[in-house]
């Protein structure tokens, strides 16, 4: 028979009392060492930079709200935050999945290059902006200038959107549920395809949202701001 390897228990740190710094170090280096796959975390209390840049196979859960940059720059790992998030949840993630199960600050998911971003409640100003190819599902609200400059990848808003949704967009689409009040530059309304139903409902299954990809609109871009145009006088 052969010899079966015990697996580690889940780690656990608490941050009232544990410092922030043991945390990311362990998350950067001791767990891979020691096998450990699993890590929850107690008390965060609002501090800044929890779990950013992780570069492995982890499974994270923040039991509380998270400060600025909370697994920003994230790839591989899956970090789930049992809260609200401050400004630049998910800045920059390359793979993996960030799910925010409270409400998420300004720029969640700015200049995200891959993975999946899930806020289950409202995200406040530039929610992707600058996207780069990740996938957002946010379930309530965007506020304004969210999409801003995005320019590759989807955003999903299960709720509305404030002002200029999607000004100066590029290759990416947002698919939004709510009302809009208003489109940025360069951005408008399309058809939805069956391609853009296809995909909606694989990232709402993936998000754990219950809507239908019948009641979205899409947005993206117009394209008139590819190339420059001077007699345009700064209209678009």
């Known amino acids: 028979m052969a010899n079966l390897r015990p697996v580690p228990a ?9 410092s922030l710094r043991d945390l990311n170090l362990f998350l950067h280096r001791h767990a891979v060492e020691q096998g450990v796959s699993q890590i929850r975390v107690r008390n965060p209390d609002g501090a800044h930079s929890i779990a950013c840049g992780l570069n492995a196979d982890l499974d994270v859960h923040i039991h ?3 400060g600025y940059y909370a697994a920003g720059m994230n790839k591989h790992a899956s970090v789930t935050i049992h809260g609200n998030a401050g400004p630049g949840a998910g800045e920059n993630m390359m793979s993996g999945r960030v799910h925010i199960k409270g409400f998420a600050s300004t720029a969640a998911g700015a200049s995200a290059h891959g993975g999946l971003l899930v806020i289950d409640g409202d995200a406040s100003l530039r929610c992707g902006i600058s996207l780069k190819g990740a996938d957002i ?6 506020g304004s200038f969210s999409a801003f400059m995005a320019q590759a990848g989807r955003i999903v808003i299960c709720g509305d959107a404030e002002d200029a949704l999607g000004d100066s967009l ?3 689409v947002i698919y ?10 360069d951005a408008r309304f399309e058809p939805m395809t069956d391609t853009d139903r296809a995909s909606l409902r ?11 990809p019948g009641e979205f609109k899409r947005v993206a871009s117009a394209k008139s701001l590819y190339h ?3 007699d345009a006088n700064q209209e678009y």
């Open 10 to 18: 889940a780690r656990e740190f608490d941050l009232a009392k544990d």
């Open 64 to 66: 509380g709200h998270v």
């Open 137 to 142: 599902v946010v379930g309530g609200s965007v």
């Open 170 to 172: 590029y290759e990416a």
């Open 176 to 185: 939004v549920r709510g009302k809009v009040r208003s489109l940025g530059a």
């Open 202 to 212: 694989g990232l709402l299954a993936a998000a754990g949202q219950p809507h239908e």
């Open 228 to 230: 420059w145009n001077a």
